[in-house]
């Protein structure tokens, strides 16, 4: 067992800590209060490899692993959540089941542009009705001739204000309820295809989450990814990757407050001593240390494992469950450490425990993760 | 594996990586190549085929000679003897002392595997187990002189017991002001006062003893000594009656003008406080492993019971709020063991040795942590003092997580599990211990946030 990393590893974390100290942090704060998507920051992203990590170069990847990938995802997030969102869904949620299920053809066309950071993908499961039940979504895709015609809605798309692409899951047949479900490449300007407003969230601001919507939108079959009605298992085993990348971001965010906590302690003085003098905020911080270490850790085996080739979906759900509590946690108390500053915009943890609530919704909630997790636990082990 | 992975049979380009990592600024300036083409993951969650047989083994052995008779020691508090024998032959007892001296030579993380499978099935046996290897054994190899180690540890990796003599009634968490006292008398020392809740105390054939040598106080005040059994005046109190952990023994240690020879000695003179910090840093990673392998146990007895148990017409296992109860046992179970094993291959990695050397220098090891702010945080950070920091997580958060885990399994087991002779309610009542010795919850808590702080 080793659980250091690597030359390689380091080097590659202090780069993207440096990019994102120097690139990233410094908007961070005015996106969030303005909404405006990072367009530049995602380019900027692609030209450092970070767009497409775990492609190979063939197809404009990185070809790294994917604990790099980890280390990816927590330093942009460490300095904007937004954009680490960004990132993991392009990564995750839409280059690796290109990678995985493209045919050549299609991974030369629509893979590569989004591993090289050229194109932006979104990835379009949820709907109005159809949020942790996936398998009960209702957009339609109808096979004419030598096409696919697709009509339907998707809700709470992230990066869908800008996206070039999004791969969007639609049923070829409802009856065949998960059976059914088929995934569609879609190029934003395909005729039919429209996008809605940003949308103000608590947090991950300018993240371009929005609406799509298909009216009679024309595909050639070539566009369609894997065989109909594989494409529930195809969006399933995203999310597994995708739950490494959202474990990712929350201890990002976690790694951010905590940092900004231990300093601002060391220098707060009430009672004539530096709030770090106190035990209540030793133990605070104590705890705060311990728990994103532990989710670092998780985090780091699901990625580990999900190298060893072998089926991670446990792995990933307790790190997605696991690490997306612990920032929520971290980050409250966080922002009690800093008091009534911390409530203010004038700090940044405000920001962070906004940020972090999201991670334990999107790609499964905490609930979702724990049905995962109890259904190997009980019967699978 | 027999698939060749392109990504590993790259070669690293690290110069040209490391040129363009220099200059970053602007970053898109610096290109592609700052980031591409790394080696593949230096990072292996798996265990050596060693540890896997070390764990077999040792569940083999846990299963068939220590789980018979389990549930009856608990409620006579026998301690068994018989077991303590069996372990020493299978090499159990000095796994981390070098083989010239009898020993096993053993890693940190194979100790903490043995310790986690002994506790699965008796954590009584575990702690009876782990105390004589770490916090006995391991001072005296790694403080003790030649002569020292060559007469006292090829007895205990034979299956003489070890003990550990710090804690006093007025001394718990602030081991500094412990009031035992030993005085220089010709080529003697000789120890007055009293030790409390000594783990093997009575069974064990050595003793390492902390005392007052010095009695203007201060850091360097405490000296440590290796005390045998028969040393004259030295006496043993009734065995404790206790919550858990039942069939380990628990009693007081009275010194009355007890009296050793001048080179039991342990270290050197007013080394003690220090020699106890390191001790106790390294030791943590086996209480750690201990809540690990209770944790562990409480559930696969919940699962198992939560299939078979039907009420509403189905297996409990499938209303959600059992699932919800079984997930994030199995969760925390998982970060736990890895925070352990991490700690184990961090004190592997000599954490003692830095430890005391800077221990050495500041008087006080607990305050001697080299690690700086934030980025200590950063497991793939090495800094001196990480060790110490990295067993009280894993002691933190894998004893609190194990007492959550069998207050939910014993939950699960509703009214069963509440019934004496139900092994979860021997669990929960052991795993009570596990925040409390080796340094309560609060006292890690301290000694992580002194680390935090030290930067």
């Not at chain 1, 974390?13 to 990019?19: A, M, W």
Request: glycine share 10%; net charge negative.
């Amino acid at each position: 067992m080793e659980i250091e990393l690597t030359a390689e590893h380091r080097l590659l974390r202090d780069t993207v800590r440096r990019f994102a100290d120097e690139v990233v942090r410094p908007r961070a704060k005015e996106i969030d209060q303005t909404g405006e998507f990072p367009r530049a920051f995602f380019d900027q992203a692609g030209k450092l490899g970070l767009t497409g990590v775990t492609v190979p170069e063939e197809y404009g990847g990185a070809g790294m692993d994917a604990v790099s990938y980890c280390l990816v995802i927590e330093e942009v997030s460490r300095a904007c959540a937004t954009s680490g969102v960004i990132l993991s869904v392009n990564n995750s949620l839409v280059c690796e089941p290109l990678l995985a299920h493209g045919t050549e053809a299609q991974k030369r066309e629509f893979l590569t542009p989004l591993a090289a950071g050229a194109k932006l993908g979104c990835f379009a499961l949820t709907e109005p009705g159809a949020g942790s039940d996936p398998a009960a979504l209702r957009t339609t895709a109808r096979r004419d001739a030598d096409q696919y015609v697709l009509n339907g809605n998707k809700v709470f798309i992230t990066s869908g204000t800008d996206a070039d692409l999004a791969l969007v899951f639609a049923t070829v047949d409802p009856a065949r309820k998960h059976r059914g479900i088929t995934a569609f490449i879609v190029p934003a300007g395909t005729p039919g295809y429209s996008h809605g407003q940003h949308e103000f969230k608590l947090g991950v601001n300018a993240s371009g989450t929005t609406e799509l919507a298909f009216t009679d939108l024309r595909l050639p079959a070539g566009q369609r990814l894997g065989e109909e009605g594989e494409g529930f298992k195809i969006a399933m085993a995203a999310l597994d990757c995708g739950r490494i990348g959202i474990a990712a971001q929350a201890v990002g965010i976690a790694q951010a407050a905590f940092e900004e906590a231990l300093a601002y302690s060391q220098q707060r003085e009430q009672f004539g001593r530096h709030l770090s003098d106190f035990q209540a905020i030793q133990f605070y911080l104590a705890d705060m240390a311990t728990e994103l270490d532990a989710a670092r850790l998780l985090t780091w085996k699901a990625a580990w494992a999900k190298e060893q080739g072998k089926r991670y979906t446990l792995e990933a759900a307790q790190a997605k469950l696991f690490a997306s509590e612990m920032a929520q946690r971290v980050t409250n108390k966080a922002l009690q450490i800093h008091g009534g500053y911390g409530y203010t915009r004038e700090y940044n943890v405000e920001r962070y425990f906004r940020d972090a609530r999201i991670t334990e919704i999107y790609e499964g909630t905490s609930e979702i993760q724990k049905m995962v997790i109890a259904d190997w636990v009980v019967n699978r082990a | 594996m027999a698939e060749l992975s392109p990504r590993t049979a790259q070669p690293p380009e690290l110069r040209q990586a490391a040129a363009a990592a220099a200059e970053l600024t602007p970053v898109a300036a610096a290109g592609r190549a700052g980031v591409e083409r790394q080696a593949g993951s230096g990072i292996d969650f798996s265990l050596s085929g060693e540890q896997e047989l070390l764990r077999e083994q040792v569940r083999r052995f846990a299963e068939e000679r220590i789980r018979p008779g389990v549930q009856e020691r608990d409620r006579t508090h026998r301690f068994p003897q018989e077991i303590v024998a069996e372990m020493a032959e299978l090499g159990l007892l000095g796994m981390m002392v070098p083989e010239e001296y009898g020993g096993s030579g053993a890693d940190v993380l194979t100790y903490a595997i043995a310790v986690e499978e002994l506790a699965r099935v008796c954590p009584a046996t575990a702690v009876t187990m782990s105390v004589t290897n770490s916090v006995c054994c391991w001072p005296i190899v790694r403080f003790g002189a030649a002569r020292l180690k060559q007469r006292v540890l090829p007895e205990l990796t034979r299956g003489a017991l070890g003990a550990f003599g710090l804690t006093e009634p007025g001394s718990g968490s602030d081991p500094g002001s412990l009031r035992t006292t030993a005085r220089r008398e010709r080529s003697s020392w000789v120890l007055d006062g009293e030790k409390a809740w000594i783990t093997n105390a009575g069974f064990a054939r050595w003793y390492v003893v902390f005392a007052r040598t010095d009695p203007r106080g201060g850091k360097r005040g405490l000296s440590a000594f290796v005390v045998p059994a028969d040393a004259p005046g030295l006496a043993i109190g009734q065995p404790e009656e206790k919550l858990g952990v039942k069939a380990s023994r628990t009693a007081a240690l009275y010194f009355n003008g007890c009296r050793i020879p001048d080179e039991n000695l342990l270290g050197a003179f007013g080394q003690g406080l220090q020699i106890a910090f390191a001790t106790l840093d390294h030791s943590r990673v086996g209480i750690a492993a201990q809540a690990v392998g209770i944790h562990q146990r409480a559930l696969e007895l919940a699962v198992a019971y939560a299939r078979d148990r039907v009420q509403f017409g189905v297996p409990i296992a499938q209303h959600q709020a059992i699932q919800w109860k079984l997930a994030e046992m199995a969760t925390e179970l998982a970060a736990a063991r890895l925070l352990a094993y991490r700690a184990a291959i961090a004190a592997t990695e000599g954490g003692g040795e830095e430890r005391s050397e800077l221990a050495g220098a500041a008087g006080e090891a607990e305050e001697a942590a080299g690690a700086a702010g934030a980025a200590a945080t950063h497991p793939g950070s090495r800094r001196r003092g990480d060790p110490g920091r990295l067993a009280a997580e894993a002691k933190l958060f894998a004893s609190e997580a194990a007492n959550r885990a069998c207050y939910a399994s014993l939950q699960i087991h509703g009214g069963n599990g509440f019934h004496d002779d139900h092994e979860i309610s021997r669990l929960y009542r052991d795993v009570r211990v596990t925040t409390i010795y080796e340094g309560t919850s609060e006292v890690q808590r301290l000694v992580i946030a002194r680390h935090l702080l030290a930067g």
